[in-house]
C-alpha cells in the first residue's frame, strides 16, 4: 500500500506560479511512475505531468508544456509540480497518482491516489 498526500494549492492571480508536493510513503518509493491529473467540477480527471520511476523520463499535456515542470526526489519520496504563468483554465483540484509499471496518461491504470489539493487561479 502506498499512501499519498499533495500540498501547495492555493489562490493565485493569473500569471502567478504555484509548487505542489506529493509526499509517499509505505512503500520503496522509485519503482513507481508518478503523475499529476487535474479534476475541474463536472469534468473527467485529465493528465497533467508524468514522471518515470528515475526521472529520466518526463510527459506533459500539450495545454502545459512549457509552464508546468514536473521532478522529483526519491530520498525524499516527494513528486513535485512547479507551475508558472498559470491561466484561469489551469483551475482544478490536482491529484498525484502512483503506479508501478510504465508511465502512462491514462487515470485508471493508477493504483494510488491522493486526497487532492484545489488550485484557484483568478483573472
Known amino acids: 500500500q502506498v499512501q499519498l498526500v499533495e500540498s501547495g494549492g492555493g489562490l493565485v492571480q493569473a500569471g502567478g506560479s504555484l509548487r505542489l508536493s506529493c509526499a509517499a510513503s509505505?512503500?520503496?518509493?522509485?519503482?513507481?511512475?508518478m503523475s499529476w491529473f487535474r479534476q475541474a467540477p463536472g469534468k473527467e480527471r485529465d493528465f497533467v505531468a508524468g514522471i518515470t520511476g528515475g526521472g529520466r523520463i518526463t510527459d506533459y499535456a500539450d495545454s502545459v508544456k512549457g509552464r508546468f515542470t514536473i521532478s522529483r526526489d526519491n530520498a525524499k519520496n516527494t513528486v513535485y509540480l512547479q507551475m508558472n504563468s498559470l491561466k484561469p483554465e489551469d483551475t482544478a483540484v490536482y491529484y498525484c497518482g502512483a503506479r508501478l509499471g510504465v508511465l502512462t496518461s491514462r487515470a485508471p491504470a493508477y493504483d494510488y491516489w491522493g486526497q487532492g489539493t484545489q488550485v484557484t487561479v483568478s483573472s
Open positions: 509505505g512503500r520503496t518509493f522509485s519503482p513507481y511512475a
